[in-house]
């Protein structure tokens, strides 16, 4: 990890090895433990999920948190504790790969104090998940150049176990909502390319110095040219309480990332996200009126056509859901676009459609990075990403990011998408 990272650890880093069982005490929430005000805490977090039609009536956002907490990891490095925490007891190849991981978490703590980051109670939502794009995907970075280096008889190995396991993973996630599991996998998904791109022209010392200048919004995970133009989120106001209206937790932003997640639960997430391309910024209030969990979503974007774009898109979201469920209207002198919406009766069934069409931005960026491309030439290499994802059919990427060796006729189809939007 030191040769990879170019980083040299500072101290020993204690790791626990746990059990299955010991794994899933260690990182689930006991419900009896909590205190009003954690479970408070806990609903309004959930809030907007059931005011957007995004969760099933009877959602516990507790196990959801739990099911993402335990099945959905195998380790976690705690920077507050220095210390490492894995599931499982013998080093066997895939906790080897699983310790590559966080013993770069450590390094990044050592040398950039990640915790003051993840500590902040100043820090907005949109800056932490930049940030944790920027961790996680150095991480994996470095842990894919540890598999790099496996003998062959071991490579093998631990790709029948990683497969193995995440087949389990997603049958066991399969009653927690798609969208919450696509926010969760993010970081892993569209944090690597990013990093990619960052390391291009200047391997690790430029790594080094983001983390100096992180991401700072999830429009710089889902369009990494936004990142190297350093494009700030667009202060919009947050629309007004309406009248009767009591206000559920803290305003908030939903951001470039989650506006394409939840679009695409309902429309053609190609749609979604062009419109999540030109995502300038925006803000929400969730509030409850008679008796119902509602929304207000202040959005903007970088232009007039973008915010026009994404009016366009939210309407069709409206139009596609639930008769009165939600409406689109436009506020305020810049003529930007504010979305209500209230719970739905029933809620929603889980859907994969999100995790799905996390899929685009994730092979879009990946293709950036294939083609060697940094700051200097992002846009071109955006053009070329972005003009392969829409040549290909959503089903035939799902396809091959999922699967270590895609069937024939999509490896055939790759091809020549790549050769259409390269120019040969």
Do not use: K
Request: some cysteine; hydrophobic content about 40%.
């Amino acid at each position: 990890m030191e040769d990879e990272r170019g980083l040299e650890f500072e101290h020993p880093v204690a790791v626990d090895f746990l059990t299955a069982d010991e794994y899933s005490e260690r990182t689930r929430i006991d419900e009896a433990e909590l205190s009003d005000e954690d479970r408070r805490f806990i609903e309004e977090g959930a809030a907007p999920l059931r005011a957007l039609g995004l969760v099933p009536e009877d959602f516990d956002p507790v196990e959801s948190e739990n099911e993402l907490a335990d099945t959905a990891t195998l380790a976690y490095y705690d920077p507050f504790t220095d210390r490492v925490t894995v599931r499982g007891t013998e080093m066997t190849v895939d906790l080897r790969v699983t310790l590559a991981h966080e013993l770069v978490h450590a390094l990044q703590d050592q040398h950039f104090d990640i915790e003051n980051v993840w500590g902040d109670p100043e820090v907005t939502s949109e800056e932490l998940a930049g940030f944790t794009a920027l961790v996680e995907g150095d991480a994996v970075r470095i842990e894919s150049a540890y598999v790099d280096s496996l003998p062959d008889d071991e490579l093998d190995a631990y790709i029948d176990t990683a497969e193995q396991i995440y087949d389990a993973a997603q049958e066991e996630l399969g009653s927690v909502p798609g969208v919450l599991v696509a926010v969760g996998a993010a970081p892993y998904a569209l944090g690597p390319s990013l990093v990619e791109l960052i390391a291009a022209e200047g391997g690790n010392r430029a790594v080094d110095d983001a983390f100096d200048e992180p991401p700072a919004t999830t429009e710089h995970m889902v369009d990494p040219r936004s990142y190297f133009a350093s494009e700030p989120a667009r202060e919009v106001a947050t629309p007004e309480l309406p009248s009767g209206g009591e206000q559920v937790g803290e305003t908030d932003s939903l951001g470039a990332l989650e506006l394409f997640l939840v679009l695409s639960e309902r429309i053609d997430p190609l749609v979604a996200l062009s419109a999540a391309d030109g995502w300038g910024g925006d803000t929400f209030v969730v509030y409850e009126a008679a008796g119902q969990t509602c929304i207000d979503l202040a959005v903007e974007g970088d232009t007039a056509g973008d915010t026009d774009e994404i009016r366009q898109a939210l309407d069709a979201w409206a139009a596609a859901g639930p008769a009165g469920a939600a409406s689109v209207r436009t506020e305020g002198t810049e003529g930007g676009v504010v979305l209500s919406a209230c719970e739905p009766d029933g809620g929603a069934e889980p859907s994969d459609l999100a995790l799905d069409a996390l899929t685009l931005p994730a092979v879009r960026a990946g293709i950036m990075g294939g083609f060697g491309a940094g700051a200097s030439d992002v846009d071109d290499a955006f053009a070329i990403g972005d003009c392969f994802v829409r040549a290909m059919p959503l089903e035939q990427l799902v396809e091959a990011n999922e699967s270590a060796e895609p069937p024939a006729e999509v490896s055939a189809a790759i091809d020549e998408a790549l050769e259409e939007c390269a120019g040969g």
